[in-house]
């Protein structure tokens, strides 16, 4: 797979789930305790020395374990991963949620980016081809121990009330042939203060109005949960808007 022996992939894969568990750098100690990975701690370390000089381990200031890059996420995401289904009562939960607003669109991508956030429990923003902004559950982020850093929260809040930011956002999704667009730190951000926040984008598109709608969190969100949710809910905005000529 890729560049990756399979014993490599398993052991990224267990650092991935732990880190997203533990939100702490991991050691090949932790790995070698808690995971049945079949090798010696020597090899786990030997290991994670190959995955950081391939690019899917970095070191942080704080710690002399190893978190998974904004590369090792894509390819779990990418290669990995099982996206878990939405079950039909789930679905209609979403349906029913925002079904009253339906007929204008201002008050239909209110109430979905209210639903978004209370459902997945993340940041959710939605923004059109007009420049609009819409977004709720901020309150959401700090319950993440990434957005205790003052610094990150008063950036990202600011970009909340910066269309510009989102229209470029957008426009980048225009560009990709894919259903789904996941943001994973600094790189995506084009900007350092994100390093540790990761998004994800459906777009939606009706007869008048296209825009996308997403959630904003740590990079340690579940990504098997969240990409199926925002996949469902920017797909269902797209045939309201299409069936009220919006």
Same mark, same amino acid.
């Given at each position: 797979?890729?560049?990756?022996?399979?014993?490599?992939? @398993?052991?990224?894969?267990?650092?991935?789930?732990?880190?997203?568990?533990?939100?702490?750098?991991?050691? *090949?100690?932790?790995?070698?305790?808690?995971?049945?990975?079949?090798?010696?701690? !020597?090899?786990?370390?030997?290991?994670?020395?190959?995955?950081? #000089?391939?690019?899917?381990?970095?070191?942080?200031?704080?710690?002399?374990?190893?978190?998974?890059?904004?590369?090792?996420?894509?390819?779990?995401?990418?290669?990995?991963?099982?996206?878990?289904?939405?079950?039909?009562? $789930?679905?209609?939960?979403?349906?029913?949620?925002?079904? @009253?607003?339906?007929?204008?669109?201002?008050?239909?991508?209110?109430?979905?980016?209210?639903?978004?956030?209370? #459902?997945?429990?993340?940041?959710?923003? !939605?923004?059109?081809?007009?420049?609009?902004?819409?977004?709720?559950?901020?309150?959401?982020?700090?319950?993440?121990?990434?957005?205790?850093?003052?610094?990150?929260?008063?950036?990202?809040?600011?970009?909340?009330?910066?269309?510009?930011?989102?229209?470029?956002?957008?426009?980048?999704? $225009?560009?990709?042939?894919?259903?789904?667009? %996941?943001?994973?730190?600094?790189?995506?951000?084009?900007?350092?203060?994100?390093?540790? %926040?990761?998004?994800?984008?459906?777009?939606?598109?009706?007869?008048?109005?296209?825009? =996308? =709608?997403?959630?904003?969190? *740590?990079?340690?969100?579940?990504? $098997?949960?969240?990409?199926?949710?925002?996949?469902?809910?920017?797909?269902?905005?797209?045939?309201?808007?299409?069936?009220?000529?919006?």
């Amino acid at each position: 797979m890729e560049d990756l022996t399979q014993r490599q992939v @398993d052991i990224l894969k267990v650092i991935i789930k732990e880190y997203s568990e533990s939100g702490i750098a991991v050691g *090949s100690e932790v790995l070698e305790k808690k995971y049945k990975l079949g090798v010696s701690p !020597a090899t786990i370390r030997n290991e994670m020395v190959e995955l950081a #000089k391939k690019g899917y381990l970095k070191k942080t200031h704080f710690s002399s374990g190893r978190i998974p890059s904004a590369k090792a996420l894509r390819f779990y995401i990418n290669h990995l991963m099982k996206q878990k289904e939405l079950s039909t009562t $789930d679905e209609v939960s979403y349906k029913n949620s925002i079904w @009253d607003e339906r007929k204008e669109a201002h008050r239909l991508l209110s109430q979905a980016t209210k639903v978004l956030s209370q #459902k997945t429990g993340l940041l959710s923003v !939605a923004t059109t081809n007009f420049g609009d902004v819409y977004y709720s559950g901020v309150a959401n982020l700090l319950n993440q121990p990434e957005f205790f850093d003052i610094n990150l929260s008063r950036n990202l809040f600011i970009r909340l009330d910066e269309a510009n930011f989102w229209e470029r956002i957008l426009h980048d999704f $225009d560009k990709l042939d894919e259903e789904v667009m %996941c943001m994973l730190g600094e790189e995506d951000f084009h900007d350092p203060i994100f390093d540790t %926040c990761a998004s994800i984008w459906g777009e939606f598109e009706g007869s008048k109005i296209k825009g =996308m =709608m997403g959630v904003v969190g *740590s990079k340690r969100m579940y990504y $098997d949960e969240i990409i199926p949710q925002v996949k469902y809910f920017s797909n269902l905005i797209s045939e309201i808007f299409k069936e009220q000529g919006l």
